[in-house]
Each structure stands twice: as structure tokens, then as C-alpha cells.
T-cell receptor, first 113, second 117 residues
Framework: QQQVKQSPQSLIVQKGGISIINCAYE??????FPWYQQFPGKGPALLIA?????SEKKEGRFTISFNKSAKQFSLHIMDSQPGDSATYFC????????????FGTGTRLTVIP | GAVVSQHPSWVICKSGTSVKIECRSL??????MFWYRQFPKQSLMLMAT?????????EQGVEKDKFLINHASLTLSTLTVTSAHPEDSSFYIC?????????????FGPGTRLTVT
């Protein structure tokens, strides 16, 4: 059972546009929601993360929006650049237990010049 | 800071042989290390969690006798794929949690591409 659902599977955005990737979860015990960027043949790298006590977090061109009641969170990439072309994964974790990360299925982003 | 390395970055082995992959935290001590497997164009699937000095905890469906994990020190964990077969070909990624970091963050290695012929 997929604990974190992610959409879309792929996304093509014009340079300068906004890329939006959405994730949803069911387990209300999750309290840490990171986003990772992965380039081909490389390990994932943490982009930005949020805790459920805030509804939005911004770091540079990257913003996470979090809707606790809807159990959804999204990544917005402003002014998308060709260098942002990569696969993006959302994930969720909880404080108790082994702190395992549950990953979404990934979104392949292509930013065209 | 918080750098995780993996060795080798890629390996080709013959069916039936064993291969060892190392995961090291270079500038921090890792109480917990995680091993993931990723097939092409798919998500990361957690294989096992290892804590220094104790036995690894394997996820359901992962054969512990086939994927041997040893977390011998606070900076090194190894994954040994025993009697490898072509279906074991995959991208293996480790991650580590910093002992001194109260956050939940996992730092990921660059991955190891295993091809079994």
C-alpha cells in the first residue's frame, strides 16, 4: 500500500514557469514532510522540508504548501529553470519508531528553454 | 557537512557471486543507516534499517539471508548481496541519520549501480 501518493507522474514546464507537484497521505501520525531532488544516476538530495505546525515554507524558488486538514502537501518551483529538470520525490516520516521515510512515486520534471 | 559516500559507485558481477557495497558517513556519526533499492524510473523502496552494533531490521519481503547488512561502526554500514542473480540488478542507495542532529533528516549517498550478468 502506497503510504504517500504523488502526482503528476511527469511534468513539462516552460522556462520561467511554475512547477507544481502534489502529494497526499493518509497516516495522521506523519509529522515530517521532505522533498527530494534526484538527478539520473545520483542519490536523492533534500530540497526542503516542512512540519505540520506551519502551512507554508519557502526557501529561494522552492515553496512547500501544507494542508493538514486535507492531508496534502505540494511543492512549487517558481521561475523554473532547465537545471531544475530532475525527478522529485515527496516523502513522509513520523517521530516515533524508526523514523522511516515513506516516499511518493516520483515526478519527472522537464523544463524546456 | 553531512556527507555520505558509497563504494563502489557501480559494479558488474557474475550470477552466483557475492558483492559488497559500503556506505560511509564522512563527517558525522550515524546511529542509524538505511538501505534502499530503486528500479529504473521508480521510487525508492526501503530494504532495511541498521543500527550500530545491532542486527538490521528488514522490511517485509526482503530476504535477510540474501541481503546481509552489517553496521559495524558509527560511520560504516555494508550491504552484501549474496549469490546475486540478474533480478538483483538495481540501484542501491544508503542514507544515514546524524547522531547529533535532532531532526529526522536522512542524508543520502550517491548510490551504487549493480548489474548482475
Amino acid at each position: 500500500q502506497q503510504q504517500v501518493k504523488q502526482s503528476p507522474q511527469s511534468l513539462i514546464v516552460q522556462k520561467g514557469g511554475i512547477s507544481i507537484i502534489n502529494c497526499a497521505y493518509e497516516n495522521t501520525a506523519f509529522d515530517y514532510f521532505p522533498w527530494y531532488q534526484q538527478f539520473p544516476g545520483k542519490g536523492p538530495a533534500l530540497l526542503i522540508a516542512i512540519r505540520p505546525d506551519v502551512s507554508e515554507k519557502k526557501e529561494g524558488r522552492f515553496t512547500i504548501s501544507f494542508n493538514k486538514s486535507a492531508k496534502q502537501f505540494s511543492l512549487h518551483i517558481m521561475d523554473s529553470q532547465p537545471g531544475d529538470s530532475a525527478t522529485y520525490f515527496c516523502a513522509a516520516s513520523m517521530e516515533t519508531g524508526a523514523n522511516n521515510l515513506f516516499f511518493g512515486t516520483g515526478t519527472r520534471l522537464t523544463v524546456i528553454p | 557537512g553531512a556527507v555520505v559516500s558509497q563504494h563502489p559507485s557501480w559494479v558488474i558481477c557474475k550470477s552466483g557471486t557475492s558483492v559488497k557495497i559500503e556506505c560511509r558517513s564522512l563527517d558525522f556519526q550515524a546511529t542509524t543507516m538505511f538501505w534502499y533499492r530503486q528500479f529504473p524510473k521508480q521510487s525508492l523502496m526501503l530494504m532495511a534499517t541498521s543500527n550500530e552494533g545491532s542486527k538490521a531490521t528488514y522490511e517485509q519481503g526482503v530476504e535477510k539471508d540474501k541481503f546481509l547488512i552489517n553496521h559495524a561502526s558509527l560511520t560504516l554500514s555494508t550491504l552484501t548481496v549474496t549469490s546475486a542473480h540478474p533480478e538483483d540488478s538495481s540501484f542501491y542507495i544508503c542514507s544515514a541519520r546524524d547522531r547529533g542532529d535532532p531532526s529526522y533528516e536522512q542524508y543520502f549517498g550517491p548510490g551504487t549501480r549493480l548489474t548482475v550478468t
